[in-house]
């Protein structure tokens, strides 16, 4: 580290200039090693991206982090282990881009890499709630944050998809920890945060549409595994009573991709680690939305959501007795009932609308006095099973026809 005394903002500054750089340089020579050991990314069905692409773009975002943490963070104790931990991950996930390991496999270098840290105490052993105050966990800490570690690794990996969009969504996620940690007084982990965040934006460099590289499995649970650290280091080992949902609000958007895309595979009982084409950018590529216009309003409400975490922590609107201020929370309800409402049109409104805006094309060549409700209950049936895409190439056929 360059100074004993605690890192200040300008640590966290330079930390990030310097993974940005690092990344920024290092990626075409991960480039260059993909394509010689063949860890390419043919296209597929399910992807969006029409060429074949190299997919080791994780090496090099470890590489930047790993020389900015030896220089601005301990490399002693926890933040040590956060290093080893992700070695490890970014090994196992290099593999994985390699040989395409199988599940059980990749879950067991998962559980390792997370294991690395919690046993050297990046592991909750307590919490705060309202109401019901301080909760010890004790030795039962371990296992929970591991499967927490685990859970957020693959939360990030289900929602690198498209070109840029797990490096924009993680580099506004590990910002907003920027700010909350220093706030906390972590200031170790809002640097370890702002690393994380240069790395994603020099690696964003490389991949914002059209990307020339993917980050693959190596870097998607890399990064997953940095920022579930940072949520333990930086917000969930404090005393704050909100610390325990700040987390969840700042990664809100890769969260609720898995959870819609989990539910729908058990929905229709297929294994919930096969892919398919159900994640949010495969939705608003379904209603016509370009690959730039949707990571856009992925990073826009992104932002949003870390913008309410941060806002959480701030905004005074309770005491340190829990009294709530009655003009602080009326604005705090808002501003979440703002994010709610535009959560939803995004996730469910917009596809809706522009799917029913089709199949009533589509229904009313086929039944010219087809009804309200049964254009309501065809969009219904259709959305649940998945037919987006052929209701889309019929009604484009239809308008070939009649042009």
Not at 84 to 89: L, N
Not at 196 to 216: D, E, Q, R, S, Y
Not at 360 to 378: F, H, Q, V, Y
Request: with cysteine.
């Amino acid at each position: 580290m360059l100074s004993a005394m605690p890192p200040s903002t300008w640590d966290a500054l330079a930390a990030a200039a310097v993974a940005a750089l690092l990344v920024v340089s290092l990626t075409p020579v991960a480039v260059r090693l993909a394509h010689r050991i063949g860890a390419v990314d043919e296209p597929r069905e399910r992807g969006l991206s029409n060429i074949a692409m190299p997919r080791l773009g994780g090496v090099a975002i470890f590489a930047g982090v790993l020389v900015s943490a030896i220089l601005f963070l301990p490399m002693d104790g926890r933040f040590g282990a956060i290093i080893a931990g992700a070695a490890v991950i970014t090994v196992v996930g290099a593999l994985d881009d390699i040989f395409e390991l199988s599940a059980p496999l990749k879950l067991g270098g998962q559980v390792l890499a997370a294991l690395i840290p919690v046993l050297e105490g990046v592991r909750v052993t307590s919490f705060t709630l309202p109401l019901i105050h301080r909760v010890e966990l004790g030795d039962v800490g371990i296992p929970l944050t591991v499967m927490g570690i685990v859970l957020i690794m693959n939360v990030v990996n289900f929602s690198d998809g498209i070109d840029g969009l797990a490096a924009g969504v993680c580099a506004i996620a590990a910002a907003a920890f920027v700010v909350i940690a220093f706030d906390l007084e972590r200031a170790n982990a809002a640097v370890l945060s702002a690393i994380i965040a240069g790395a994603a934006l020099g690696f964003l460099v490389h991949n914002f549409h059209p990307a020339t590289v993917f980050m693959g499995d190596c870097g998607s649970n890399l990064l997953g595994l940095l920022l579930a650290c940072v949520a333990v280091e930086g917000t969930l080992k404090t005393q704050s009573v909100i610390a325990l949902v700040l987390p969840l609000v700042i990664l809100a958007v890769p969260f609720l991709d898995t959870t819609f895309v989990v539910l729908k595979r058990l929905k229709y009982r297929r294994p919930v680690y096969q892919a398919d084409s159900e994640h949010f950018h495969h939705r608003m590529d379904r209603i016509g939305f370009s690959t730039r216009r949707t990571v856009l309003y992925l990073y826009a409400w992104t932002l949003m959501l870390a913008g309410l975490a941060i806002a959480m922590r701030f905004v005074p609107y309770s005491d340190n007795s829990g009294h709530l201020n009655p003009g602080w929370a009326g604005f705090m309800v808002l501003l979440g009932a703002l994010a709610l409402v535009a959560s939803v049109y995004l996730v469910y409104v917009l596809e809706i609308l522009k799917f029913k805006r089709l199949d009533t094309i589509r229904l009313r060549r086929l039944k010219p006095d087809a009804s309200e409700e049964e254009i309501d209950s065809d969009v219904v049936e259709r959305l649940g099973t998945g037919e987006f895409d052929a209701v889309r190439r019929e009604t484009e056929e239809f308008e070939r026809l009649k042009s």
